[in-house]
């Protein structure tokens, strides 16, 4: 099966940080793939803008070097590369100072194209593009900023970015970008419940168990030790990449598949989230016994107390879900790299099977990573004779078998994001009372840990993390599913 591309209008494109890492591993090679798709026209314009001192060969030659690593081994025909890099110019530029603005507005003032910023920097310069943005003239009502988290680190300093933006662009033109919402399963979630007549009548409390999101990582902090030794899990990833697919699991469905519609239900979910009690947070510290350093050691503080792993029991105070829990964990150096969201429905009321025990669940398992796709656990008969024994099997969908060999080459998440901030389509991009809200019920976690002068509980990398959080599910007569299966 072959993806259908459907083509963006042409477009300028400028992106500030274009030399900084982000760009170099995810942006550029990102579009380059879009543009071998024939998805990008060939009268669009990307222009990068840093402080690096490069005129527009010597970026052509760095983005060259950045698609040759890390374009993922994916070959376009002869003479693909020289003729998207003829889109390419590059401006050097001081996004405080004055330097730079004048030779940006040059090349694209003039422009009757979409005209989208993608602030690929710290959020301290949001407020200081946005300035200038407007005072040199280059935006107007129909552009468009991408800006990428963290969108502040409390309440307080989202609240604060938000003004920043809001005093120069209008909502609707601000996207906030989350990787995670534009993987391919993660938008199958809202697909898979709403399209499919067999699952939304079972999709509440009165059917289903409980709803287990695991994101593991293998690796540690590696070189982001001091940004992520101020963060933490729960800052880092719970607060949003978390938070947005325990909304899409949990909304409820919107009037249409419209990005004010679907907002608007993510928004309901956040606002109806119960505190979290101290006895429903299990947070850790990853310890290694090889060469590798623990955390403390990789962040450089012997007494850090940052949390590496986090584990939460979450309610949802409304009619679907009420005392229905939702468990929450992600965490670094973990037994394997996997994000999946497991729906455990409850177990029968009542058996016909004299040897059946009621042990039996249906459980559907949605895989984001790193294997895509989607299983469903079903109870059958056990072939041969003997009576009827009943065993679990599961009914196993990979996006790659299913799809062909790669579901005819689809876009990675910044690449679909990009092309819908062109498209002007923020149904996958949050809003700003939704930043708002997440961490309005973020925050007092936090504070309540850091009150309460509390220690994360130590764990091995390599397994499935502290065995407090095991314990917690445990007095639930629950337990996780392993991250290593």
Sequence with gaps: MVSRVIPVDAFDLVIFGGTGDLARRKILPGLFRRYCAGQMPSNSRIVGAARSKLDGDGYRAFVTEAIHEFGGGRSCEDGTLESFLKQLDYVSIDARGEAGWDELADKIKDSKLVRAYYFSVGPSLFGDLAERLHLHGLADEDSRIVVEKPFGRDLETA????????????????????????????????????????????????????????????????????????????????????MQLLCLIAMEPPAKFDPSAVRDEKLKVIRALDPVEPHQIVRGQYVTHDDSPSYRKAVNDPRSTTESFVALKVGISNWRWAGIPFYLRTGKMLAKRASEITVVFKQRNHSIFEEDELEHRNILSIRLQPDEGITLGVTIKEPGPGGMRLIDVPLDMSFAEALGEDGGDPPDAYERLIMDVIRGNQTLFMRGDEVEAAWAWTDPIIDGWTQRGEVPKPYDAGSDGPGDAEQMLARDGRSWRPISS
């Excluded at 906030?176 to 809202?190: C, F, S």
């Excluded at 059917?207 to 590696?222: C, F, L, S």
């Design 159 to 242: 609240k604060a970015l938000n003004a920043s933006l809001a005093e120069h662009f209008d909502e609707n033109q601000i996207y906030r970008i989350d990787h995670y919402l534009g993987k391919e399963t993660v938008q199958n979630l809202m697909a898979v419940r709403f399209g499919n007549m067999l699952f939304e009548p079972l999709w509440n409390a009165q059917y289903v168990d409980h709803i287990q999101i695991t994101v593991a990582e293998t690796v540690g902090v590696g070189g982001r030790g001091e940004y992520y030794d101020k963060s933490g899990a729960m800052r880092d990833m719970v607060q949003n990449h978390l």
